[in-house]
């Protein structure tokens, strides 16, 4: 079926318009040219050509406006979708900077209480001995909930 | 019979849909590393050795912290972006 909507959809919206006017044309013509011999003659003909381009038309000119709302929805959510896009690349890369900012200044920090341990060392070293199970426990309580 | 079939068919070719292709962003790279494993206090006696590595894992514990708040601040960032297309 969207093989013929397809090939409708190929003929220009004028057309429909065109044909829609001169059906309703025709339509009253067969009731109202009665002077005119073709169309006496024709009467029944012509009406029921013209009724049917009339419904033809019509459901053709529904679907135009209809797919011209779609259609002005469809761009209005591109418009929208494109600056989603970018408002989430911004985003990207301001949550990225401030990461990096932050983790920057814990290596900073982590720095320099290094080379505090390492400047002090002696001295602490001197005052404090660490009993082994401390150590033990210290490791346990590090990798307590590991996978296994 | 035949006629209404044909006519509601015709009918259902206005269902057609319109859709306009979205994808959730992709998170930055940086954000989807493991936090590793802390450190062993290696076997020692020295107060310094014992300090230098439970520091260098509260500084690991700390870069982790800091990557599970950016990931959480950057997945309500991206949904409320996302979910401003309506």
């Not at chain 2, 035949?2 to 259902?12: G, K, T």
């Not at chain 2, 998170?27 to 014992?50: E, Y």
């Not at chain 2, 439970?54 to 601040?73: F, G, K, L, P």
Request: hydrophobic residues 50%; proline residues 3%.
């Amino acid at each position: 079926m969207w093989q013929i909507m397809w090939l409708l959809s190929l003929v220009p919206d004028a057309v429909y318009h065109v044909l829609l006017i001169l059906a309703v044309l025709a339509f009253g013509a067969s009731y109202i040219l009665k002077m005119v011999p073709f169309i006496t003659s024709n009467a029944l003909v012509i009406r029921v050509v013209s009724a049917v381009l009339i419904v033809f038309c019509t459901w053709m000119e529904g679907g135009i406006a209809n797919e011209a709302k779609w259609q002005a929805r469809v761009d209005e959510l591109e418009i929208k979708v494109a600056a989603a896009e970018k408002a989430a690349v911004e985003a990207n890369g301001r949550i990225e900077t401030v990461y990096v900012d932050r983790v920057r200044v814990v290596k900073e920090v982590q720095y320099v209480v290094q080379n505090r341990i390492a400047k002090d060392a002696a001295r602490l070293d001197l005052t404090c001995k660490i009993d082994p199970e401390a150590i033990e426990i210290l490791n346990q309580a590090a990798h307590a909930g590991d996978k296994k | 019979m035949r006629s209404a079939i044909i006519v509601s068919l015709l009918f259902m070719t206005g269902c057609v849909a319109t859709p306009v292709d979205r994808e959730f962003p992709a998170v930055p790279a940086g954000l989807t590393t493991a936090c590793a494993a802390l450190a062993d206090v290696p076997a020692t006696d020295k107060l310094s050795v014992v300090l230098t590595t439970v520091t260098q894992n509260y500084a690991q514990y700390r870069e982790c912290s800091i990557r599970v708040d950016a990931w959480n601040t950057w997945y309500n960032e991206q949904k409320k972006i996302f979910d401003s297309v309506k």
